[in-house]
């Protein structure tokens, strides 16, 4: 904000104080200062008022001042948040504590070391598509819609710095943090992607380190729901894939078509990819028949064929009707668990009820 504005809409008296930590990796302290409060400021504003009238050598990290490139992450009266989207009015008469993030190495005041996310992005096997997917793809707006939730991340790591497992362990090998929970659940739930994560979730990646305390996504300033719309449907697909016996014979009769490779056989077989082959009972998935239709998992056969019920649409009226056994080689692709997920959830919330089940169950 321009000094004559803030001149223009500054208060006679109104002023906010700050607590900026001010050190390096020899250590440092809190540093009081006093900036006059304009309406609507910010405290990204409040800093640079500090940079450019008291502390020139003031190390602050930012780029947009619009919440979309991630970059002014700080800990606000111990809370991770972004600077630029807090406003200083909401602290009423409070001092405004302002920190570096805790999670990550101290370079300079308010300036971390983040490289560790880069490193940690660079393990994760990106999006493969079969080879035999025609160019351009083409996705139903209900799969984009699914998928739109991960890419709203805008990789502020605030979601990493409140994460105690993260935060409270030196060592960061255990796991790879929610941040990198969210790009996983974004490449496990294209419908166009063949490729397997869950032998890197269950080693590398560490999923089970996770205890949802959702902490993550209470601070996630793009409200994604990293708990309930990553890292469980995630964690139900892990469990499924290593410890569902069916799953563990098949892979031990063929490692490499079974349905829970290891991240070694992955990275071995890349191109052996043919397809989606994680089910479980109650996971929803898309038939390969005319129009694609949805269908819920009722089991899964010991041949790993599944028996479905089968969404049958007549206009408002859907009901599920089944149940049919089908190959699996005949779906398209799964969309994961019932209850977690977005379009199976609120197909059975609008439509369906346990009683129209039952009824065709009978
Ligand atoms: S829910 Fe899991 S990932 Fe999120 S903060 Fe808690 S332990 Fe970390
Ligand atoms: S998931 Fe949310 S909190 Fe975590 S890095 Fe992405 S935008 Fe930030
Ligand atoms: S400056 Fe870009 S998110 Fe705050």
Redesign the pocket.
């Known amino acids: 904000m321009s000094e004559s504005k803030l001149a223009q809409k500054a208060g006679p008296n109104s002023s906010i104080v700050l607590r900026i930590f001010r050190g390096d990796t020899n250590g440092g302290r809190e540093q009081r200062f006093e900036v006059p409060s304009i309406e609507g400021m910010v405290v ?1 504003d409040a800093v640079h008022y500090v940079q450019a009238h008291f502390a020139n050598d003031l190390a602050c990290r ?12 700080a800990e606000i009266n111990g809370r991770p948040r ?4 807090t406003r200083v009015d909401e602290f009423d008469n409070e001092d405004i504590h302002v920190g570096p993030m805790r999670a990550f190495p101290l370079i300079k005041d308010l300036v971390t070391d983040v490289s560790w996310n880069y490193e940690v992005n660079k393990q994760i096997p990106g999006f493969t598509p079969a080879p035999s997917e025609p160019v351009p793809y083409k996705m139903l707006p209900e799969d984009t819609e699914r998928v739109y939730e991960y890419r709203k991340c ?1 990789e ?1 790591f605030l979601c990493q710095d409140v994460c105690h497992v993260l935060r409270n362990h030196d060592d960061k090998s255990a796991y790879y943090g929610p941040r990198y929970m969210v790009r996983i659940a974004a490449l496990e739930m294209h419908p166009l992607d063949t490729r397997k994560r869950t032998g890197l979730l269950h080693g590398k990646a560490g999923i089970g380190m996770c205890n949802i305390t959702k902490c993550c996504q209470e601070v996630c ?1 793009e409200h994604i729901k990293i708990t309930d719309n990553a890292i469980i449907p995630l964690k139900e697909r892990t469990a499924s894939d290593v410890y569902d016996p069916v799953v563990r014979i098949a892979r031990k009769i063929n490692p490499f078509r079974g349905v829970a490779a290891t991240a070694a056989l992955e990275e071995a077989r890349p191109s052996q990819a043919t397809g989606p082959q994680r089910f479980s009972v109650r996971d929803v998935v898309r038939l390969k028949t005319r129009g694609r239709r949805l269908a819920r998992v009722g089991s899964v056969l010991p041949d790993r064929r599944l028996e479905v019920w089968v969404l049958q649409m007549n206009g408002t009226v859907q009901h599920w009707d089944g149940p049919k056994v089908v190959r699996t080689s005949d779906v398209a692709s799964n969309y994961g668990p019932l209850d977690d997920v977005g379009i199976g959830a609120k197909l059975v919330e609008q439509y369906i009820t346990e009683d129209h089940e039952a009824q065709h169950n009978g």
């Not at 930012?62 to 992450?73: D, I, M, T, V």
């Open positions: 990204l930012w780029n947009c001042k619009a919440a979309r490139c991630g970059s002014c992450s972004l600077m630029c989207k805008i502020c300033p």
